[in-house]
């Protein structure tokens, strides 16, 4: 590998959110790994000795019973769900200031784009698999999303 393209891929990777990069070539091998600094950042000035942040969170009871297999949860998706593809920060318009492409109550067809996931800096349209109605939109813009993912519901 010439000395510029190894420049060009060390300031790719640097740029990229990588965690974890290996190349290979005519017996050359490269291996490179970025990982991020994780900082505690304090919530409502509350540390603990050593001066780390903690985080103050209501606690929560659950009271009520578990729907068996055979009942239906009431928060339980009806429809066809679109699942994310990939992880990601999602995107609910094509620019910041433009409008989302659907909303809830939105007809759609099937190819139709209904977000965008960022992923490795590289723009993923998410589109629908199915004809109908956008019945719910289950993250919000900017969320980061994991592979897997419910991101809406047609019905």
């Known amino acids: ?57 209501p606690s929560v009871e659950f009271s009520g019973s578990v729907p068996s297999a055979g009942e239906k949860s009431s928060n339980q998706m009806e429809g066809n769900v679109i699942k994310s593809p990939l992880v990601g920060t999602f995107y609910s318009a094509p620019e910041p200031e433009a409008e989302p492409f659907v909303k809830v109550g939105d007809r759609v067809t099937k190819g139709q784009v209904l977000g965008i996931v960022e992923a490795m800096k590289l723009m993923n349209e998410i589109e629908s698999d199915y004809e109908g109605i956008v019945k719910q939109i289950l993250v919000s813009n900017e969320d980061v999303i994991e592979f897997g993912q419910p991101l809406f519901v047609i019905g």
């Open 1 to 57: 590998m010439e000395f510029e393209n190894l420049l060009k891929l060390i300031n790719t990777v640097s740029e990229s959110e990588l965690t974890q990069f290996s190349y290979k070539e005519n017996g050359l091998s490269i291996s490179m790994k970025k990982e991020k600094e994780q900082k505690l950042v304090p919530v409502n000035g509350i540390t603990d000795e050593s001066g780390v942040g903690l985080s103050v969170l």
